[in-house]
């Protein structure tokens, strides 16, 4: 139960006075439902309302606050025009010009021969000064008033400036005092104000400075969110230590039978990995371990070994992919290796139905399917291992925490080792799975060639399309990405159907196109001809993201690549250069680049690191966009800039680890506080996992 403590911040929007059903959709659209949303919503910007300048000397495009006489009123002649309000200073005149208002609006509003305090910005047309629709106008005797120094906020369309601050206002006066959750010590050395008193600071900038990330305001602020979630984070870890692992050691052979017959060496850092996964499946506790390694880097083959040392065991392991092609990816490369090593390996996803379907999960169930690759299916109600010892969960940054987590919740004690090979800074790590245990996979096996990078404004398509073509007479198999639409994947679909008919018409029945929108079957078709013979070029949407795997693909051509996340990039790029040939990598992009687009686009073509691409990213575009977080899975942050507070990241780790050693229960005064914050960021499922609560 929300201590009684946090009720009027979580009232809705249209509960703070002045706020009425439309203001709050659109309040809602800005910062959010509740009024703790309000809160979160931070300024971007200081208005500074005390300069008091003659007309003369206001700065042009900068906010002042004027005192004027108003001379005349002067109406538009046609209805598009704006309305005219002629002021004078004595010295000079400005005009405050207004648009879609009314008449006797402005006259109350602006008495001919009146004077009044006036405050907005001041721009220059053709010498003379205005001001469009000033914010403020007021009798002088309320001067004061406006003469201030004023948050700004990010607003919605229709949402006026001044309603938005003051629904905050409103907020800020639904404000608890909160018990003090961080540790004295810390709040102490840092210089940091209590939470309330942090929450009105942040909302009252007097100056740019205090915007700054690193003030003391919003520091604390971030601090108290990284805290919520590294305490929710170690609750579920502790929970899970408490229970009983088992211990998985098998005897080797069906590993040293697989290994053998591969036409190469394990590198150096498989196995080391695998040691490191040896270990874990030994202990008697369960397995939580990260495998990371760049596309590319042999993880899927780690996985099959991991999964033989249960199968070893009597035990049955399943691999879970994110998607219907990746699960079939990894059952083809999977299936003949276990083969020969005498394992059955069966395939289950959503597209499995009926007796298909019921057959499988029946072997399931008796244990004769000693390996099961599939989808999300696999975890569906009616799916019952019989033994399951090891779950591997691929490209996890897909799943969000509620999947993580149902995984452990299939009665048995399973071990888990989640693969990914989006290569998420540590700090970021931290953030999704706390104190997890990482592997990772840093070299790539022999013989890969470095992939040629390039930047090519899409006004050059026509080059582009003939470079592809020469290619394509040298026999390479080439990707053409399509680039994304906003949120929609109607319109991913459209723009890729699009595509592929104007290369149609240049290259004929070569190419081939699959999106999301396929069914399973026909995607299947056509990636099977792009793998083996039929379809050269393959128009694609991002579902060739994750796993794809057709080693003499060589050429890829990303249109818009500044529209995508560079991560994803990496992810994309990844599918060619798997060969030992020479590949190429063209990255088209829609003109004008902004600085940070360029300089982002130069880290692709300078780099193939994995690593350094993702910490790039986040000092380039900071905050939670890195890894497009609609899909990454991993938390997004109100107060926390991932690229200006990565320092307090392990400040919070610790300081959660240590309070939860003094008080595991959260039962003792700061203890009580902590749940408060739990409460307070919403992360209350976590606070279940207490006693008594
Ligand atoms: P990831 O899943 O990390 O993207 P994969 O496991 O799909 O990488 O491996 C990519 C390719 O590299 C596969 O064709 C695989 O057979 C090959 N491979 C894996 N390990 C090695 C190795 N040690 N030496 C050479 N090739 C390897
Ligand atoms: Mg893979």
Known sequence: MRPELLFPLFAEVERIKGVGPRYAKLLEKAAGPQVVDLLWHLPAGVIDRRPSPPIAEAPDGRVATLTLTVLRHQPSPNRRGPYRVVCGDGDDEIDLVYFHAKGDWLEKLLPVGDVR??????????????????????PEAEAAAIRIVEPSYPSTEGLPMRTLRRAIEGALERLPDLPEWASPSLVAQRGWPGWNEAVRRAHAPSQADDLDPASPARARLAYDELLSNQLALALVRARMKRQKGRSLRGDGRLRDTVIAALPFALTGAQREALAEIDGDMA???RMLRLLQGDVGSGKTLVALIAMLNAVECGAQAALMAPTEI?????????????????VRVEILTGRDKGKTRAAVVGRIAEGSARIVIGTHALFQDGVEFRDLGLAVIDEQHRFGVHQRMSLGGKGQVVDTLVMTATPIPRTLLMTAYGDLDVSRLTEKPPG???????IIPLDRLGDVVEAVARKLDQGAKVYWVCPLVEESEKLDVAAAEERASTLRRRFGERVGVVHGRLKGPEKDA???????????LLVATTVIEVGVDVPDATVMVIEHAERFGLAQLHQLRGRIGRGDKDSTC????????SETGRARLAVMRDTEDGFRIAEEDLKLRGAGEVLGTRQSGLPTFRMVDP???????PVARDDARLLLNQDPELEGPRGQAARVLLYLFERDAAVRYLRGA
């Open 117 to 138: 305090v006036v405050s907005g910005r001041v721009e220059r047309f053709q010498g003379r000064a205005q001001m469009a629709h000033p914010e403020h106008v007021v």
């Open 283 to 285: 202990a008697g506790t």
């Open 326 to 342: 990746l699960a079939r990816q990894h059952f083809a490369t999977i299936e003949p290796l276990a083969r020969h090593a005498g």
């Open 448 to 454: 890969r060639r470095p992939i040629d990078t390039r």
């Open 526 to 536: 056509v990636m099977d001809a792009f793998k083996n013979a039929g379809i050269d």
């Open 586 to 593: 063209l990255l088209l992009y829609g003109a004008p680049l």
């Open 643 to 649: 690229s200006a507070h990565s320092e307090l990241f």
